[in-house]
């Protein structure tokens, strides 16, 4: 990590900005932090003297910023382009080109033996790993196997008369708790049968990504609510609408609400998504600031 002071985060910050000739605040300012990185603030004795001392009494003052370090970067080459070749016809007027690698049908599994023969493979979902809040190697779940998920149907809200009264259906494969200043998050399946839909919801303060594995190609709409919105409501006609297909992803970030609908009669609709949620030390700051407005309150905590 490189720690910076504050007066020396506050410099950069004015050097890039610069001040066009207005007059600016002397009040110290820093970039936002990348939490999720553990960057953080590091808090010190104020060192003031006098009046000023007796007035400010014990009170901690921040004297640097601990930034992480540049993820590295390495440049790949692309990969020449396949060859087109022709696709034969299965029988019932499929194509190859309809096998999708998201979702592979009929495929007899993988012959394990020599590979077992080299290394020892875990047949269980847990295994030790090193728990970097708390500095220690510890037995944790680190798989999840499609067969051990239970899929649960999710609540369902009040819907419009032309509205499928047909409900999404979820499971958790993990939910790992924040520490200090470490994030916590979950992940788990989100199944949409012909015609699903999972309702309208809040992320809150957490931010949350989804990856469309199976569906119908262009089936699948994601809508987002128009942030300018009061009190953060879904409004279908000002919400902002995307289809989607199979191998597309999309993110709901901190304060927002969204919904999910599978158009189509045929097809089920298979995502998976992962939640990350702010670090407990963070999340008790920011409700010190401020008091909770709709934005931040979720109103599903399964997905």
Known sequence: SDFKSAEDEADSDDDENGNGGRRRSRRKRVQPLAYWKNERLEYVAHGEEGSLADAMGDMAVV?????ANPTPYKERKAAPPKKKTRKGKRKGGDSDDDESAYAPRDVEPFDTKKLRKKYDYVDDEKAVAWDEANEESVDRKLVS??????????PQSKRGKKESKVVARASQAFNEQGIGNFPGWISGQLDLPPTGIKDAESVGLCSQVFNVASCQPKALEFALA????????FLPETAQRFLLS????????????????????????????TMIRPAPEQDLRMEEVAPTSPRGQGSNAQT
Request: a negative charge; hydrophobic letters at 30%.
């Open 63 to 67: 004297g640097g910023v601990v930034r």
């Open 145 to 154: 196997y499609s067969e051990s998920r239970v899929m649960a149907d999710l």
């Open 226 to 233: 128009d942030p300018d919105e009061s009190d953060a409501q």
């Open 246 to 273: 199979p191998g597309d992803m999309f993110c709901v970030p901190a304060g927002n609400m969204y919904r999910i609908e599978n158009h189509s009669k045929t097809h089920e609709c298979k995502l998976f998504w």
